[in-house]
């Protein structure tokens, strides 16, 4: 059973530039949530999406930033002109969403670590 | 608002030694609470988490933490610490009825053999 997935693991660009960090949930899973995590921070939620629905996207920059999680294939998240500011790791995980809320348990990815130049 | 503090960027300890990782948190109702445990380039682990009940919780890897409301705190602890228990540990906070939890800053344990 494998676990949550995330590609690529690093990604280099260069300011100006798209970024596209993609994210499949557990097998089962239909919940994802991305993170962000600067250096010596903990994470920091971004969004929350189920399959084809955005729930809650309080924690995404108002601009450039966007996720998706279609019907098929794997949740995207997606930063448009990159700068260097968005250098970062960015988690992804997935739940089931079978409990609910608070008490569902989210399984992290190994998270894509992005460099912009 | 919620936030949590984890008391301490860095622990080190003694393989053998005790382990305390201290977190307090501060939230307007009773919350939800867990650890995760990051290994170097990996993504968290989910260690123990507390929702209601026995407030003494039981993880895995011989951890386990003890919810103290009247502290607010959620401190994790481990007897014997192995070399292997050498991680940045995170705790966070999810408010009742919320789903997005906030985390602290990390606390990276090292263990001296």
């Known amino acids: 059973n494998a676990g949550v997935m995330q590609n690529p693991r690093h990604l280099v660009r260069r300011r100006g530039q798209e970024a596209r960090l993609r994210c499949s949930p557990m097998?089962?899973?239909?919940?994802v949530y991305w993170y962000r995590q600067l250096p010596e921070e903990g994470l920091k939620f971004m969004v929350y999406l189920q399959k084809e629905n955005i729930i809650d996207e309080s924690g995404m920059p108002k601009e450039r930033f966007s996720a998706e999680f279609p019907k098929e294939g794997p949740s995207i998240l997606r930063i448009q002109q990159v700068v260097r500011g968005d250098s970062a790791a960015y988690f992804c995980?997935?739940?089931?969403?079978?409990?609910?809320?608070?008490?569902?348990?989210?399984?992290f990815g190994p998270g894509t670590r992005l460099t912009v130049l | 608002a919620q936030s949590v503090t984890q008391l301490g960027s860095h622990v080190s300890v003694s393989e053998g030694a005790l382990v305390l990782l201290r977190c307090n948190y501060s939230?307007?109702?009773?919350?939800?609470l867990f650890w995760y445990v990051q290994y170097p380039n990996q993504g968290l682990q989910l260690l123990l988490k507390y929702t209601t009940g026995a407030t003494l919780v039981k993880g895995i890897n011989g951890f386990e933490a003890e919810f103290k409301k009247s502290e607010t705190s959620f401190h994790l602890t481990k007897p014997s610490a192995h070399m292997s228990d050498a991680a940045e540990y995170f705790c966070a906070v999810i408010k009742g009825g919320s789903y997005i939890p906030t985390f602290g800053r990390g606390t990276s344990l090292i263990v001296h053999p």
């Open positions: 097998k089962g899973h239909s919940h």
């Open positions: 995980a997935s739940s089931p969403g079978t409990s609910g809320g608070s008490t569902d348990t989210q399984y």
């Open positions: 939230s307007s109702v009773p919350p939800y």
